[in-house]
């Protein structure tokens, strides 16, 4: 069966460091990885996604993600984070049936200035 | 650009009265669309899906039902609402089954 798994509820960083949010994913067969951000009371913004190609994926506000598929990971990651990055961040894996998308529970990250 | 639309944004309804929860998008044409709901905590699970007008398919056997009257509009309903409805219900669409796109959500309390 597919699933995601994001082991931290939270994650704590100083402006300015670097982040990373731990993602691990079960799937059959090449994994379609995904990134989302969501702030309070607002809907998911898509950040990035892993189909193919290079295992460095670039995605939006200076976030990039890293697949590694000897450790079954997919974990976001910023070189120097900012107080607006505070959020709560979902990893997804598309199914198997290509019908929708499995998200992890969600890592609430928490930049202090 | 492609935009998606959910209304109401907040919603307060009494156990056992219906509900109809509508969104739409633009910008795109044969889009899939998703039902998630998101429930206290976090987490998000999927309701519905739909690949085309009137085909709907239900993820988890729930008091709640959809429908996909046109192309790009998607209604979640249900007849009778109960206290374990509460929630964020987000809607999504897609192309080719790949990215989904969320709409700004319907927070919705049931009292």
């Known amino acids: 069966a597919q699933s995601v798994a994001q082991p931290e509820d939270q994650v704590n960083v100083a402006e300015g460091n670097p982040l990373t949010v731990k993602c691990t994913y079960s799937v059959s067969g090449n994994p379609y990885l995904f990134w989302y951000v969501q702030y309070p009371n607002r809907g998911l913004q898509f950040l990035l996604k892993?189909?193919?190609?290079?295992?460095l994926v670039k995605g939006s506000y200076g976030f990039e993600a890293e697949f590694n598929k000897s450790q079954t990971s997919f974990h976001l990651k910023k070189p120097s984070a900012l107080v607006s990055d505070s959020a709560l961040y979902f990893c997804?894996?598309?199914?198997?049936?290509?019908?929708?998308?499995?998200f992890g529970k969600g890592t609430t990250l928490s930049v202090s200035s | 650009s492609q935009t998606i639309h959910q209304w109401p944004a907040t919603l307060v309804q009494p156990v056992g009265s219906p509900l109809s929860l509508e969104c739409t998008v633009e910008g795109t044409s044969n889009p899939n669309l998703y039902w998630y709901r998101q429930a206290a905590g976090r987490g998000l699970q999927l309701l519905f899906y739909s690949v085309g007008i009137g085909q709907i398919s239900s993820e988890v056997p729930q008091n709640l039902s959809a429908s996909r009257p046109q192309d790009r509009q998607f209604i979640l309903s249900s007849k009778k609402l109960l206290l374990s409805d509460s929630g964020f219900y987000l809607c999504?669409?897609?192309?080719?089954?790949?990215?989904?796109?969320f709409g700004p959500g319907t927070r919705l309390l049931v009292l």
């Open positions: 892993y189909i193919t190609g290079d295992n």
């Open positions: 999504a669409w897609s192309q080719n089954t790949e990215t989904q796109y």
């Open positions: 997804a894996v598309r199914n198997q049936a290509g019908t929708a998308l499995i």
